[in-house]
């Protein structure tokens, strides 16, 4: 077979289905330039299925185009990986069946974004679905962003379930409908892992999210993933596409005001002293914008005002929930969404006091374009706001997601509830006596932290995980522990073993009493000796 050389205007050499159409595809193990039409049907069969095929790129007139995949992915998705060993560009779906396995999940990759840095804003992998950053430092970082080191930005992001347009209303809403984030018409989901974009014209860092209850082989990483980019944001677009709102929403946000409580806001001050940041960071979350469209029906609490929910009103409401008390709501007064929100959170159970305000923003779209002028609006006042979270500079939100990122990682244990937060950010060693979890946060172990469990252990044979207690020691409110031997130090062997046939062992302390000088003690150990038991993590 001859070489495979690249002509000036390539054209299909294989000519099973065709009289010579211009190529658009290069398959490298075949070794022929072909059409799409040859290429589908020469490409069908299980021994070809997976050749490597590169795209052949075609000069665009107005040259803003975003570069498209150059491997086999029918949808033709956006670039966002260029691997060194393969030569090519590719999206994230063809790198993750090409690299899965073998010799290639070595390859060395790096993320590329989108051709259009005329535009000045553009659309780059942060973090893919493994949860690995794909940005290296903070020069790169600053220079995907195609800002400067000292731009002061604050992070938009959006969350929502898979197809529910995500990445189509960041594109229409915030840039005047040029496909920064890519979009897709397929089945498939067109956008995996994180995907970030900077916007001079609001001083804002974009974030386009994987979408939830779609095909993923982890969702527990998923949703860890999704959790850490909320801590970093200073305002949250739930997006849903629905007659109704869905319990899966109501979930979801109580549940990351839950983790951000308990474990992210902890990281994030610890974050900020550790990197000296010139900016501290709030511990109040992110202001959450529920943005709701519907087409048969009405929006919530259609007719009335629309009014944010406050941290204090969150609180409150909080503080009633646990107390078992009723949310009380004045029948004379007109009712509002957020209202209706804050009652349908509290029938779930849920709280999300971590949020700095919670708004909702609802449109009916019976005849399309979709209006997002509000949503607009709405996201805009809330980055105006200064009051809970600043503007910082590229470097400061890199870092800390950075650190998030290196603190919670890893693998997560199987949970029979997804909203199991303690599996996703707890450390997953277990007592191997008690099978009791550790309760310090992931990775504690590099901090010279041991495992720590606050609950008493259980006694196995197998581990003989039991100390002893000096008794004259526990009777002045002190745990001294001892060593169990089989003689005192003043008896003589025969002596010894005489008097731990008839009464036991012989425990052998060193402790001090401010009635007696320090010196060495034996004590006759009894039934009745204290004990206790300590826990065994590997």
């Known amino acids: 077979m001859e070489p495979l050389r690249e ?42 299925k997976h050749h490597q ?4 790129r075609h000069s665009t007139s107005g040259g803003t185009s975003p570069a498209r995949c150059e491997l086999w992915c029918s949808s033709r998705n956006v670039v966002a990986l260029h691997c060194k060993q393969c030569k090519c560009d590719m999206c994230g779906d063809c790198d993750e069946q090409m ?15 989108y051709n259009t840095r005329c535009c000045g804003d553009s659309g780059f992998l942060l973090l893919n679905n493994e949860e690995k950053l794909m940005i290296e430092d903070t020069e790169k970082f600053i220079e995907q962003l195609g800002c400067t080191s000292s731009s002061k930005a604050k992070v938009v992001s959006i969350f929502g379930n898979t197809g529910d347009g995500k990445s189509h209303t960041l594109n229409q809403a915030f840039f005047h ?44 990483i998923r949703t860890r993933l999704l959790l850490k980019v909320l801590a970093v944001s200073d305002v949250v677009i739930y997006r849903s596409r629905a007659e109704r709102l869905h319990n899966d929403l109501f979930e979801f946000l109580g549940d990351a005001s839950d983790a951000y409580w308990k474990y992210l806001s902890p990281e994030l001050k610890a974050a900020s002293d550790r990197f000296q940041l010139s900016v501290p960071l709030s511990a109040l979350g992110p202001a959450v914008v529920i943005f709701h469209e519907t087409q048969y029906t009405l929006t919530l609490g259609a007719g009335s005002p629309s009014r944010e929910l406050s941290a204090d009103t969150l609180s409150k409401s909080a503080e009633m929930l646990e107390t078992g008390q009723v949310l009380e709501t004045d ?30 923003v609802g449109t009916q779209t019976q005849t399309s374009p979709t209006d997002f002028s509000d949503l607009f609006k709405s996201v805009c006042d809330h980055l105006q706001n200064s009051t809970v979270r600043s503007s910082r500079t590229p470097d400061v939100i890199f870092k800390t997601l950075q650190s998030l990122n290196d603190k919670f990682s890893g693998d997560i244990q199987n949970v029979q509830h997804k909203g199991f937060l303690d599996a996703y950010f707890t ?35 197998q581990y003989d995980n039991k100390q002893y207690l000096c008794k004259v020691c526990y009777n002045r409110g002190i745990h001294s522990c001892v060593v169990p031997k089989t003689s005192a130090s003043t008896d003589s062997s025969w002596t010894g073993l005489a008097k731990y046939a008839w009464s036991g ?34």
Not at 7 to 26: H, L, M, N, Y
Not at 440 to 458: A, E, F, R, W, Y
Not at 506 to 524: A, G, K, S
């Open 331 to 360: 029948a004379s007064a007109p009712v509002c969404a957020e209202d209706l929100l804050r009652a349908r959170f509290s029938s779930m159970g849920q709280s999300v006091k971590s949020f700095s305000s919670v708004q909702y």
């Open 53 to 56: 095929r590169q795209r052949q």
């Open 427 to 461: 450390c997953p060693e277990c007592c191997l006596a008690c099978r009791k979890r550790c309760e310090l946060s992931m990775n504690h172990m590099q901090d010279g932290v041991s495992h720590k469990i606050s609950t008493s252990c259980c006694y196995n044979h």
């Open 99 to 113: 690299h899965k396995s073998g010799e290639r999940a070595k390859h060395e990759r790096r993320a590329v974004g």
């Open 177 to 220: 409908g040029r496909e920064v984030f890519n979009t897709s018409s397929h089945q498939d989901s067109c956008t995996l892992g994180v995907w970030a974009a900077y916007s001079s014209e609001h001083s804002t860092i974009f974030i386009d999210t994987e979408g939830m209850l779609g095909a993923s082989r982890n969702d527990r």
């Open 7 to 48: 002509p000036e205007f390539a054209k299909c050499q294989e000519k099973v289905v065709c009289s010579g159409d211009t190529a658009e595809i290069k398959c490298i193990e075949c070794g022929t330039f072909q059409c799409k039409s040859c290429e589908s049907l020469l490409h069908s069969t299980k021994a070809l």
């Open 505 to 538: 062992l012989v425990e052998y302390h060193t402790y001090l009493i401010l009635l007696q000088r320090r010196r060495l003690v034996d004590i006759q150990l009894s039934s009745q000796s204290p004990r206790q038991l300590y826990h065994i993590c590997m």
